[in-house]
């Protein structure tokens, strides 16, 4: 029996903000989207995996989510890890560095962790 790796799901607050944010600091843009009365999913990725992140928007969820101390997070490669500390420097996300181990945290709108690290490590 083998298994792949489908999607990462997080809840959101504001699914326009949230979609902007995965654009801008990270290049992930819309796959496909379920719309319901209750809710909207929107699926994100890139051509460079085919692993993808799930943003879930509830309509009766109008307060922020408790994400405990985010010990849980997403992670990134990169091919230009000096480039996308810049950018990321510039958007104000950066909310934790370990220059000893070569990573560094992003975190988005509704508080989750995003950690960046170069592909050649």
Request: aromatic share 14%; glycine share 4%.
């Amino acid at each position: 029996m083998k298994f792949k790796m489908a999607h990462e799901n997080y809840n959101v607050k504001n699914l326009e903000v949230s979609m902007n944010f995965y654009r801008e600091a990270l290049g992930l843009k819309e796959i496909s989207r379920k719309t319901s009365d209750d809710f909207i999913i929107v699926y994100m990725g890139n051509d460079e995996s085919s692993f993808q992140l799930e943003l879930t928007w509830l309509k009766d969820h109008p307060q922020e989510y408790n994400l405990g101390e985010c010990e849980f997070h997403l992670a990134f490669t990169t091919d230009d890890c000096e480039a996308a500390y810049k950018k990321h420097s510039e958007m104000g996300c950066i909310c934790f560095e370990n220059r000893e181990m070569g990573v560094y945290f992003i975190q988005d709108p509704d508080g989750y962790w995003i950690e960046i690290y170069s592909e050649k490590q």
